[in-house]
């Protein structure tokens, strides 16, 4: 267990920004998944919507270092081919 103050604290500042990168990372799951959800039911105009958002969330959570920079574009890329795929 950390003994000096400057520890303590620093135990109380990662635990604090842990949860918080667990929030954007869950929020960014979550936009992925109700895209993913628009495009198996095929609906454009939800898609439409929703991608954007999510395309935007990605890049939020990339920029605050959140995501690493490859995964975001993965993401982003994995996401894209997916509603490109949708369109006949």
Known sequence: MASSKSAKKRIRT???DRQQNQ????KVRTYIKNVLAA????DEA???ELAP???AEIDKAASNRVLHPNNAARKKSRLQRHIA???P
Not at 23 to 26: E, F, G, M, P, Q
Not at 39 to 42: E, F, G, R, T
């Open 14 to 16: 990662s635990e604090r």
């Open 23 to 26: 929030a954007v990372r869950s």
């Open 39 to 42: 495009v198996d039911a095929k």
């Open 53 to 55: 958002a999510a395309l």
């Open 46 to 48: 939800k898609v439409k």
């Open 85 to 87: 795929a949708m369109k």
